[in-house]
């Protein structure tokens, strides 16, 4: 895993384990490997913060999933919230892919950028 400014690199695409199963790739590349319902829009996979227990509290593993919705494209796909679905962050590698980060999805932040909030 390659970390630049906070931004996860070489990440390839991202899953919804809803039904229909949705996806969110970066390039055509990776296409293959999408669901039938699938979006070229995945913008970046932010940094994962690993676990703390700090004072009391807790932090489970988490990272941020952005999209792009500057056209307003993934209204209706988030119309309704995939809140506590399975989501999976996969990458390529030379031989296939392997799976990078997978939580649920806790939160959800739309405007023109779509940030899907993931913990393990």
């Known amino acids: 895993m390659t970390l630049s400014n906070g931004v996860l690199l070489m990440y390839s695409w991202f899953l919804i384990d809803s039904q229909p199963r949705i996806g969110f790739y970066?390039?055509?590349?990776?296409?293959?490997?999408?669901?039938?319902?699938?979006?070229?829009r995945l913008v970046k996979?932010?940094?994962?913060?690993l676990k703390t227990k700090v004072g009391g509290g807790s932090e489970n593993d988490n990272v941020p999933v952005v999209l792009d919705n500057s056209d307003g494209g993934l209204i209706e796909?988030?119309?309704?919230?995939?809140l506590r679905?399975?989501?999976v962050?996969?990458?390529?590698?030379?031989?296939?892919?392997?799976?990078?980060?997978?939580?649920?999805?806790?939160?959800?932040?739309v405007n023109d950028m779509i940030t899907l909030n993931l913990e393990t």
Do not use: A, E
């Open 26 to 40: 970066t390039s055509h590349d990776d296409f293959k490997y999408m669901p039938s319902l699938s979006y070229r």
């Open 45 to 49: 996979v932010g940094t994962r913060r």
């Open 77 to 82: 796909v988030f119309r309704v919230p995939p």
């Open 85 to 87: 679905f399975r989501g």
């Open 89 to 109: 962050v996969y990458r390529s590698v030379k031989d296939g892919k392997i799976k990078v980060f997978s939580g649920t999805i806790v939160s959800i932040q």
